[in-house]
């Protein structure tokens, strides 16, 4: 069974900085796409940052450009989203999502539609 399991979510102030984790289970970690997506209340998901295996490619959602770095530690089953000058903006509930099997092109990765499995999110709180 494919599980993924979000943390590293809180409350933090304008500025600051957080660091998601999504550790994955049940599924190989050699050919991989996970992306990190978010919601907040009465809006749309959004994709926010996604890395591929297949050749470490990645998309970074143009509000965080700059901000945010996603990462691997395959060793670990684990994908990092590091969250640097956070604004109020951010505040959403983040997910982790998992393609099951070849990834597809990155192009297509921003696409809540293209993933298998999603983890049950992790609340993030920017205050002003």
């Known amino acids: 069974e494919v599980q993924l399991v979000e943390s590293g979510g809180g409350l933090v102030q304008a500025g600051g900085s957080l660091r998601l984790s999504c550790a994955a289970s049940?599924?190989?970690?050699?050919?991989?796409?996970i992306g990190w997506f978010r919601q907040a209340p009465g809006k749309e998901r959004e994709g926010v940052s996604c890395i591929s295996s297949s050749d470490g490619s990645t998309y970074y959602a143009d509000s965080v450009k700059g901000r945010f770095t996603i990462s691997s530690d395959n060793a670990k089953n684990t994908v990092y989203l590091q969250m640097n000058s956070l604004k109020p903006e951010d505040t959403a509930v983040y997910y982790c999502a998992a393609v099951d099997g070849v990834p597809p092109p990155i192009a297509t990765m921003s696409t809540p539609l293209v993933y298998d499995y999603w983890g049950q999110g992790t609340q993030v709180t920017v205050s002003s």
């Open positions: 049940g599924f190989t970690f050699d050919d991989y796409a």
